[in-house]
């Protein structure tokens, strides 16, 4: 896929050198010259890599076929994370280049899986370079999206709806130029959110430099963050009630609306008619449902209300740290509440792993920078089961599901069941392989749902073990699976169909 004769990919490389240039002015700022310079020297080696690349490949605009496009987005988040993985090598040797190509797909696939072993000792531009890297492959899940899997009839939208001001993305320009007016209708809401979400986390009393950090990780999904303990480490509630409302903007497909944020009113419509979209709504189940389990646990347990009577101020604690983490969890960030320690504590269990990993594959909404099975495709199953059984009885009825945005159409709920299977065969490839490379088994399935489902945090939440731990054979397997969860399981079935891409 080419835009202006160049291939994406390589203009891609090209921006990600370039943008070293941001960290390396960072530290000079903080007078950490060591970390300045190797930003420098990587920025410059990468953009030259990617103009020499760029002027060796360029060609006259050319036909564009879907194998060219599904390669692309291959290759932007298994590929280039080879050249971002640079000034991560540089700055940090210690962990060596496959752990910095680990930590750059982590980041660019926002999963956000580190083998940092702490952040208090990472100098500040890397984490910088971390959370941009994380927000630009946010932005770029959120392209792909419109211009490349929704085109290819290999995503689905409630309703049959659109993502971008007036739907027009989809019908005008190929290749490369869709791609760049993709770009160009989705920026503005995408960086307009970016930059609300840090103003609003200053102003809530985190520092300025976190703030900017944890602004671009909320708007991607990605849950890096600067500090140890990450928005827990805070101890702001204030900082958690705007993390999630950046969060649950960021999970849901009404902040990209079908009439883009250019339309103004009626975008504000969109989010008016938000409590009958049925992504909204299984959200706001399934975080209910999760906190309440969580609070109620303790309940059961102490045999009574009477825990929550002798000590109200811990039982609010409990009930708000269930709902931030569950909020966390399911928009895949993964980040935690600095009351989770009291509502793990209230509800007497060691960590809830498996109603976390649950949340985590139920994902986000469609066409967001969320990982998951999705929203859309859980609630598009729960109705065709529903229709399934109202038709036992009345085998002539016709099922008239709608969502916001229309009729559930037949072809999104059969692209739902076959993207559930292959996503749910996908889980068990991963959980035998890293079963197979010495992982225990609920190891491997924690790392294997925190890397399909792109929620990094999951895995040593879940088992208290980090990435730093586990070995070359296991995160390589990660690698696969991060790759994997990030462009799709059903964008990945069609690259390797050779009948799909012929068409």
Known sequence: MRLGGFPIFLIVIFGLGAAMFVPALEAALTRDWRASRLFIYAGLFVMLSGAALGMAARKGQIGVHARAELLTLLGVFAAAPAFAAAPIYLVVPEIGWFGAYFEAVSCMTTTGASVLISAEWTPPSLHLWRAMLGWFGGFATLVAAVAILAPRELLDLPGGATVGASGRILALGQGGRRTLRAARQLFPVYGGLTAAA???????????????????????????????????????????????????????????????????????????????????????IAVGLSTLWLFLH????????????????????????????????????????????AAASWTQVEAPAMMLMGLATLGGGVATTAGGVKLFRAYALYRHGIGELVRLPHPSRMDLARTQGGRLSRRAIVNAWVYVMLYMVALALALLALTLSGMTFDAAMAAAVASLSNTGPLFPLATGFTYAGASETARAIMIVAMVLGRIEVLAAVALCNPAYWRR
């Not at 009393?205 to 849950?223: E, I, R």
């Not at 963050?225 to 958690?240: D, F, I, K, M, Y």
């Not at 303790?298 to 825990?307: C, D, R, S």
């Open 198 to 284: 840090a103003a609003a986390l200053a102003a809530a009393g985190t520092p300025s430099f976190a703030a900017l950090c944890h602004a671009m990780s909320l708007v991607s999904t990605s849950g890096i963050s600067p500090l140890t303990g990450g928005l827990a480490g805070q101890g702001n509630r204030a900082a958690e009630a705007v993390a999630v409302v950046v969060l649950v903007l960021a999970a849901s497909r009404l902040t990209y609306g079908r009439r883009g944020p250019s339309a103004g009113p009626e975008a504000a419509r969109d989010w008016k008619g938000a409590r009958h979209d049925p992504e909204i709504q299984l959200m706001a």
């Open 298 to 341: 303790g309940i059961w347990v102490e045999g009574g209300f009477g825990a929550a009577t002798r000590e109200p101020v811990f039982a609010l604690r409990a009930l708000w740290g269930g709902f931030v983490t569950s909020v966390g969890v399911l928009s895949t960030s993964g980040f935690l509440s600095s009351d989770w320690s």
